[in-house]
């Protein structure tokens, strides 16, 4: 069984940062692709970042650039969300996804490439 665990969420005021971290177990975590979703109230889940196998390459919505960095640590089995400069904008539920890579340097940005989720993390941004 694949789990994918998200924590760090919470509230900040806006210019602040926060962690998000998502722990997978039950996959050979060096395979898989990752990446951060985000969702608000009655509209679509909606990609913020991803990064391949190998964490050589990485890839970023444009709303988020130069203020997010995705990482992982194969060691942890562990992926990172670092934001920073958070805005109200930025609230909403935080989801990590997973899915089985065979290139050590793709990443996926589309809902669809990824087959297991996490059960997301509350992130609010206060003005």
């Known amino acids: 069984q694949v789990y994918l665990v998200e924590s760090g969420g919470g509230l900040v005021q806006a210019g602040g940062s926060l962690r998000l971290s998502c722990a997978a177990s039950?996959?050979?975590?060096?395979?898989?692709?990752m990446g951060w979703f985000r969702q608000t109230p009655g509209k679509e889940r909606a990609f913020v970042a991803a990064?391949?196998?190998?964490?050589?390459?990485?890839y970023y919505a444009d709303s988020v650039k130069g203020r997010f960095t995705i990482s992982r640590d194969s060691a942890k089995t562990t992926v990172f969300l670092q934001m920073n400069s958070l805005n109200p904008e930025d609230t909403a539920v935080y989801y990590c996804?997973?899915?089985?890579?065979?290139?050590?340097?793709?990443?996926?940005?589309?809902?669809?490439?990824?087959?297991?989720w996490g059960q997301g993390t509350q992130v609010t941004v206060s003005s």
């Open positions: 996804a997973a899915v089985r890579s065979w290139s050590g340097g793709s990443y996926y940005i589309r809902r669809s490439d990824y087959d297991t």
């Open positions: 039950g996959i050979n975590f060096s395979m898989y692709a």
């Open positions: 990064i391949s196998t190998s964490g050589r390459s990485t």
